[in-house]
């Protein structure tokens, strides 16, 4: 009996040290499991960088040609691009410079997005899961009289847009192989603006929206104007950026040339005659190599 | 340096074996002894959920569940996802009991609940004085109890099988509970318990709130075999749930995001849903435990338990270029632990020496393609702690003493690509003391307890947006650990037909951690998210409960209870984030013994308000406005309908929110998107055989 009591208490002693001992022996300097770098692994989750291609030209019909883009051109360019990326600490750096266009032209806009990998990932929105679920949209806010506080009264009106979706996506409309996607299933990767008023500023209000529920289609199988989404769009987003614009002068007629080439020298702060060389520069490009076509 | 430590256990398991042999020739009177020691007394008085009300919460969350109680408040993200505060503290700095078994949570963030089913207890209680030396560090704001009770002591399979549906989310749910002492192998019993439940989404008083749906599946299997005076405990539960994240706070830009706030409500509602789609987040915790205590005389014991957890977290959002059946977030938490006691008890004393260990480590499953909100870290705590209590006629007397050494081993990759993390140790003392005298007409008690708790690597190490609000977190890797020191007073006066309370505490916390917003914005392509920096500095919170009941007549009572507290920062005196606004609540309890042929009706009618919060530091919130006072009323009825000797119906209904009130709660917070839930009528019919 006495041993039987003995055993216990020793074999409950030596059961518990051992537990213990089971949980105590690795060292107090052991590191967790190395962590995964998803940054490489899966790099295109989030955009790392997007850039907002805008060529000025003109149409055929309804297919958009780009003016020829020449080097020398300093102020009356035929390209401006401007681009959203992440700085290292993680912030989005922000444009300091506007796009500046003319009322009375016609620009395309390219929007490319790229991956962390600096690959372009502008498919995954034309995907058969994603087009359903993507549009681009284009709001005009914060209008004002160029370089004044006053508010811009026609700020609706400033801008037309006409949606030029290619399939596939990074096809050029006019090659081989490459059609439009039509009105009827808007994406907004590419697309023209029409530029229906001057002396204007303004933020133009780019967003992808990204929905949850249902489609982008209203209950007539429509899709909602560029610049009218529907308010259930917009609680999921892919991208809301502000572009500054400045809509600085127009395209002249015979009698207002001279108007012309002065506000160009005014908005880039040069005198008329750096302007009107610069405008002689951009047209005499000889035309037949203005290549792009949307 | 391990190796004292080790010496230090072993001295300390050493008395056991030296008792053991000491006391083996007295162990004749095992009988009398088992029946004279009671492990579960205690000093600190717990406060324990009223089976009527239980009854009538039937399938809600435990912090609905627990917030009848003085003392605790419930946080919100929505109306689906919530977890108790007790005092003004919550998440880490409460400790979660679950059968006896330190809860390993993952629930680093508001949005995430404790991984409860409260529909399987059957006792919910919590501490407020809390027992910092007993269950260590992060009790620092109390203890909250979840326990199964004891397996009935009937040789005949029985149990209980509930039907449950809430009005307000459309919800069902079911649980089953069977158990049995074994008539075929002496001290043996089980029980087998499961709950199945899932609610769409639920409706203010005006709109439906969309993706804020819940499911819940728990399983739990227990087994004691008692011999003599071994008792040996163990269970294996599994409890998964999935909780819907409403997105209709996502916005595009600063401006949006501002105006949504001031808006208040979504700006666009979607109809009722009962699916749960992304963002969501799900959830499976299993704990498996084997405790055996062991009664090796008249008055000593030993326990010893063993724990092993496992967690597995994962949030899933609306992606793009991957299914969304990849998760966000997807890690595993797994913990061990092993708590061994050396009790002894005799009419006048209660004492116990203890050591602890608690291992555990959080692993990033890999291939999420999202930087995850923690690192992988390996936590190992040893403690060693002893607590006495003493009993002279009306006075109990309590002390313990703590001593926890804890290291934290941190790895990770931010979002840049760039590595993070670093080893931390931590060492600590706790400590307690109580008094507690009981008269006839008056019942003191007062305590005053010392604890820690070690930041979460959330807070030390979070750069990244919430997931599903536009939050985005960053952490301070120096701060250090939290101390706080709680005075909690008790004054109970017991007339003949009336009672009073008083409860009251302080609590003094040294480097207090949370976190407010810094009034900038994180631009992320899908859209702003509000900064919150997590800061630390030393705060006081101060709280009083008075609670009065009267009995009108012997079968009307009138409860009252009203709730103050307070929470500032020592050096600015500036209000703390996140602390309740007044509280009042009255009800009306009427019960019958007999109706025909229904019995023990229980009829309850209750008021809520909680009034506007006013002390409130701008600087710490999204809104300059906090939510206006609102009152809340609700009805219940409870009653028990035998159908035959073997076989009664428990049948409960109640109403809340009764007049459909839009309101919102201040400790919600999406209060700043959406308002709280609207009337829900909700019955429950529970058969027990």
Same mark, same amino acid.
């Given at each position: 009996?006495?041993?039987?009591?003995?055993?216990?208490?020793?074999?409950?002693?030596l059961?518990?040290?051992?537990?213990?001992?089971?949980?105590?022996?690795?060292?107090?300097?052991?590191?967790?499991?190395?962590?995964?770098?998803? +940054?490489?692994?899966?790099?295109?989750?989030?955009?790392?960088?997007?850039?907002f =291609?805008f060529?000025?030209?003109?149409?055929?019909?309804?297919?958009?040609?780009?003016?020829p883009?020449?080097?020398?051109?300093?102020?009356?360019?035929?390209?401006?691009?401007?681009?959203?990326? @992440?700085?290292?600490?993680?912030?989005?750096?922000?444009?300091?410079?506007?796009?500046?266009?003319?009322?009375?032209?016609i @620009?395309?806009?390219?929007?490319?997005?790229?991956?962390?990998?600096?690959? =372009?990932? *502008?498919?995954?929105?034309?995907?058969?899961?994603?087009?359903?679920?993507?549009?681009?949209?284009?709001?005009?806010?914060?209008?004002?009289?160029?370089?004044?506080?006053?508010?811009?009264? +026609?700020?609706?009106?400033?801008?037309?847009?006409?949606?030029?979706?290619?399939?596939?996506?990074?096809?050029m409309?006019t090659?081989?192989?490459?059609?439009?996607?039509?009105?009827?299933?808007?994406?907004?990767?590419?697309? @023209?603006?029409?530029? +229906?008023?001057?002396?204007?500023?303004?933020?133009?209000?780019?967003?992808?929206?990204?929905?949850?529920?249902?489609?982008?289609?209203?209950?007539?199988?429509?899709?909602?104007?560029?610049?009218?989404?529907?308010?259930?769009?917009?609680?999921?987003?892919d991208?809301?950026?502000?572009?500054?614009?400045?809509?600085?002068?127009?395209?002249?007629?015979?009698?207002?040339?001279?108007?012309?080439?002065?506000?160009?020298?005014?908005?880039?702060?040069?005198?008329?005659?750096?302007?009107?060389?610069d405008?002689?520069?951009?047209?005499?490009t000889?035309?037949?190599?203005?290549?792009?076509?949307? | 340096?391990?190796?004292?430590?080790?010496?230090?256990?072993?001295?300390?398991?050493?008395?056991?074996?030296?008792?053991?042999? $000491?006391?083996?020739?007295?162990?004749?009177?095992?009988?009398v002894?088992?029946?004279?020691?009671?492990?579960?007394?205690?000093?600190?008085?717990?406060?324990?959920v009223?089976?009527?009300?239980?009854?009538?919460?039937?399938?809600?969350?435990?912090?609905?569940?627990?917030?009848?109680?003085?003392?605790?408040?419930?946080?919100?993200?929505?109306?689906?996802?919530?977890?108790?505060?007790?005092?003004?503290?919550?998440?880490?700095?409460?400790v979660?009991?679950?059968?006896?078994?330190?809860?390993?949570?993952?629930?680093?963030?508001?949005?995430?609940?404790?991984?409860?089913?409260?529909?399987?207890?059957?006792?919910?209680?919590?501490? =407020?004085?809390?027992?910092?030396?007993?269950?260590?560090?992060?009790?620092?704001?109390?203890?909250?109890?979840?326990?199964?009770?004891?397996?009935?002591?009937?040789?005949?399979?029985?149990?209980?099988?509930?039907l449950?549906?809430?009005? +307000?989310t459309?919800?069902?749910?079911?649980?089953?509970?069977?158990? $049995?002492?074994?008539?075929?192998?002496?001290?043996?019993?089980?029980?087998?318990?499961?709950?199945?439940?899932?609610?769409?989404?639920?409706?203010?008083?005006?709109?439906?709130?969309?993706?804020?749906?819940?499911?819940?599946?728990?399983?739990?299997?227990?087994?004691?075999?008692?011999?003599?005076?071994?008792?040996?405990?163990?269970?294996?539960?599994?409890?998964?749930?999935?909780?819907?994240?409403?997105?209709?706070t996502?916005?595009?830009?600063?401006?949006?995001?501002?105006?949504?706030?001031?808006? !208040?409500?979504?700006?666009?509602?979607?109809p009722?849903?009962?699916?749960?789609e992304?963002?969501?987040?799900?959830?499976?915790?299993?704990?498996?435990n084997?405790?055996?205590?062991?009664?090796?005389?008249?008055?000593?014991?030993?326990?010893?338990?063993?724990?092993?957890?496992?967690?597995?977290?994962?949030?899933?959002?609306?992606?793009?270029?991957?299914?969304?059946?990849?998760?966000?977030?997807?890690?595993?938490?797994?913990?061990?632990?092993?708590?061994?006691?050396?009790?002894?008890?005799?009419?006048?004393?209660?004492?116990?020496?203890?050591?602890?260990?608690?291992?555990?480590?959080?692993?990033?499953?890999?291939?999420?393609?999202?930087?995850?909100?923690?690192?992988?870290?390996?936590?190992?705590?040893?403690?060693?702690?002893?607590?006495?209590?003493?009993?002279l006629?009306?006075?109990?007397?309590?002390?313990?003493?703590?001593?926890?050494?804890?290291?934290?081993?941190?790895?990770?990759? *931010?979002?840049?690509?760039?590595?993070?993390?670093?080893?931390?140790n931590?060492?600590?003392?706790?400590?307690?003391?109580?008094?507690?005298?009981?008269?006839?007409?008056w019942?003191?008690?007062?305590?005053l307890?010392?604890?820690?708790?070690?930041?979460?690597?959330?807070?030390?190490?979070?750069? !990244?947006?919430?997931?599903?609000?536009p939050?985005?977190?960053?952490?301070?890797?120096?701060?250090?650990?939290?101390?706080?020191?709680?005075?909690?007073?008790?004054?109970? @006066?017991k007339?003949?037909?009336?009672?009073?309370?008083?409860?009251?505490?302080?609590?003094?916390?040294?480097?207090?951690?949370?976190?407010?917003?810094?009034?900038?914005?994180?631009?992320?392509?899908?859209?702003?998210?509000?900064i919150?920096?997590?800061? $630390? $500095?030393?705060?006081?919170?101060?709280?009083?409960?008075?609670?009065?009941?009267?009995?009108?007549?012997p079968?009307?009572?009138f409860?009252?209870?009203?709730?103050?507290?307070?929470?500032?920062?020592?050096?600015?005196?500036?209000?703390?984030?996140?602390?309740?606004?007044?509280?009042?609540?009255?009800?009306?309890?009427?019960?019958?013994?007999?109706?025909?042929?229904?019995?023990?009706?229980?009829?309850?009618?209750?008021?809520?308000?909680?009034g506007?919060?006013?002390?409130?530091?701008?600087?710490?919130?999204?809104?300059?406005?906090?939510?206006s006072?609102?009152?809340?009323?609700?009805?219940?009825?409870?009653?028990?309908?035998p159908?035959?000797?073997?076989?009664?119906?428990?049948?409960?209904?109640?109403?809340?929110?009764?007049?459909?009130?839009?309101?919102?709660?201040?400790?919600?917070?999406?209060?700043?998107?959406?308002?709280?839930? !609207? =009337?829900?009528?909700?019955?429950?019919?529970?058969?027990?055989?």
């Amino acid at each position: 009996m006495k041993t039987k009591h003995f055993f216990k208490p020793v074999l409950f002693a030596l059961v518990s040290i051992l537990m213990l001992g089971l949980n105590s022996c690795s060292k107090d300097d052991d590191l967790p499991a190395t962590p995964n770098d998803e +940054n490489t692994e899966l790099g295109h989750e989030e955009w790392s960088k997007v850039s907002f =291609r805008f060529h000025r030209g003109h149409l055929h019909g309804s297919t958009f040609h780009g003016s020829p883009s020449n080097e020398n051109v300093r102020y009356f360019k035929a390209v401006q691009e401007i681009s959203y990326e @992440y700085d290292e600490a993680g912030n989005l750096i922000l444009p300091d410079s506007p796009i500046r266009l003319i009322k009375g032209e016609i @620009y395309a806009l390219e929007i490319t997005y790229f991956n962390k990998n600096g690959e =372009r990932i *502008n498919a995954e929105f034309t995907s058969e899961i994603n087009a359903p679920i993507h549009q681009h949209f284009f709001l005009t806010k914060n209008a004002k009289h160029i370089d004044t506080d006053m508010d811009f009264s +026609n700020a609706e009106s400033i801008l037309d847009y006409v949606y030029r979706d290619t399939n596939p996506e990074d096809g050029m409309y006019t090659n081989e192989g490459v059609s439009l996607r039509g009105a009827d299933d808007p994406i907004g990767l590419k697309g @023209y603006f029409f530029v +229906n008023e001057a002396y204007t500023q303004f933020e133009l209000n780019v967003i992808l929206v990204h929905l949850i529920h249902g489609t982008k289609w209203d209950s007539n199988g429509n899709p909602f104007p560029f610049n009218a989404p529907s308010n259930a769009f917009l609680g999921t987003q892919d991208l809301n950026i502000k572009i500054p614009v400045r809509v600085f002068t127009k395209r002249p007629n015979n009698d207002d040339f001279d108007q012309f080439i002065q506000e160009i020298a005014e908005e880039f702060h040069v005198t008329a005659e750096e302007a009107e060389a610069d405008w002689l520069e951009a047209v005499e490009t000889p035309f037949e190599s203005g290549n792009y076509w949307m | 340096m391990h190796y004292y430590k080790m010496l230090l256990l072993a001295f300390l398991l050493l008395p056991i074996v030296v008792f053991g042999q $000491q006391d083996s020739t007295t162990i004749q009177l095992n009988e009398v002894v088992i029946k004279s020691v009671n492990l579960q007394k205690s000093i600190y008085q717990a406060q324990k959920v009223s089976d009527f009300i239980q009854q009538i919460n039937t399938g809600k969350d435990l912090a609905n569940q627990l917030k009848s109680l003085p003392g605790v408040q419930v946080r919100k993200s929505g109306a689906n996802v919530s977890k108790p505060i007790i005092d003004g503290l919550s998440s880490s700095r409460l400790v979660y009991m679950v059968n006896g078994v330190k809860l390993e949570n993952q629930d680093w963030a508001d949005a995430h609940s404790p991984e409860i089913d409260a529909d399987l207890a059957k006792n919910l209680n919590i501490l =407020r004085g809390a027992e910092s030396v007993k269950h260590g560090s992060n009790a620092l704001g109390g203890v909250v109890h979840v326990d199964a009770g004891r397996i009935s002591s009937n040789k005949n399979i029985n149990g209980s099988a509930t039907l449950y549906y809430t009005g +307000n989310t459309r919800g069902r749910g079911a649980h089953l509970k069977i158990q $049995q002492n074994s008539g075929l192998i002496q001290g043996f019993a089980w029980r087998l318990s499961a709950n199945n439940s899932k609610n769409g989404d639920y409706h203010t008083a005006d709109y439906n709130v969309a993706n804020s749906g819940t499911s819940v599946a728990s399983y739990r299997a227990e087994l004691t075999y008692k011999l003599q005076n071994v008792e040996i405990e163990s269970f294996y539960s599994n409890y998964k749930s999935k909780q819907g994240n409403y997105f209709g706070t996502l916005t595009g830009n600063v401006e949006e995001f501002e105006e949504r706030i001031e808006h !208040g409500q979504p700006l666009v509602t979607f109809p009722y849903a009962f699916k749960i789609e992304a963002p969501y987040q799900e959830s499976t915790h299993q704990i498996a435990n084997t405790t055996t205590t062991w009664k090796f005389s008249r008055k000593w014991f030993v326990k010893s338990q063993y724990t092993y957890q496992k967690n597995h977290r994962e949030e899933f959002d609306v992606r793009r270029s991957v299914s969304s059946t990849v998760p966000v977030q997807d890690m595993i938490l797994s913990a061990n632990h092993f708590n061994f006691e050396l009790g002894f008890k005799n009419n006048t004393l209660h004492a116990a020496l203890g050591v602890q260990i608690r291992n555990k480590e959080n692993y990033n499953q890999p291939g999420t393609g999202v930087t995850p909100a923690l690192p992988n870290y390996l936590y190992k705590e040893k403690s060693v702690y002893t607590h006495h209590t003493l009993n002279l006629n009306q006075w109990l007397l309590n002390a313990g003493l703590r001593y926890d050494w804890a290291i934290m081993n941190a790895r990770g990759i *931010n979002f840049l690509g760039q590595k993070y993390g670093e080893n931390k140790n931590f060492s600590a003392l706790s400590a307690q003391v109580a008094a507690k005298l009981a008269t006839e007409k008056w019942d003191l008690e007062s305590s005053l307890s010392h604890g820690w708790r070690i930041p979460e690597s959330f807070e030390l190490y979070a750069n !990244g947006k919430q997931h599903g609000i536009p939050i985005y977190f960053v952490g301070n890797k120096d701060m250090s650990a939290e101390k706080g020191t709680k005075w909690m007073n008790t004054i109970t @006066y017991k007339a003949k037909h009336s009672r009073f309370e008083f409860q009251g505490f302080i609590n003094k916390v040294e480097n207090y951690i949370y976190s407010v917003p810094t009034h900038q914005y994180k631009q992320l392509f899908s859209g702003p998210a509000a900064i919150f920096q997590f800061k $630390q $500095q030393d705060a006081l919170l101060c709280g009083i409960d008075l609670i009065h009941s009267s009995t009108i007549t012997p079968r009307l009572e009138f409860t009252n209870k009203f709730t103050w507290i307070h929470g500032e920062e020592i050096s600015s005196k500036n209000p703390l984030p996140n602390i309740s606004p007044l509280r009042l609540h009255n009800s009306i309890n009427y019960q019958l013994p007999v109706l025909g042929d229904f019995e023990e009706i229980n009829l309850q009618i209750g008021h809520e308000w909680v009034g506007k919060k006013n002390n409130f530091n701008p600087d710490y919130e999204l809104s300059s406005q906090t939510p206006s006072a609102y009152h809340l009323f609700n009805i219940a009825a409870s009653s028990r309908y035998p159908i035959n000797q073997k076989l009664t119906l428990r049948i409960s209904a109640s109403i809340d929110n009764l007049f459909n009130t839009l309101y919102k709660d201040y400790l919600n917070l999406h209060r700043y998107f959406v308002h709280d839930s !609207g =009337r829900s009528m909700n019955v429950n019919v529970q058969c027990n055989f």
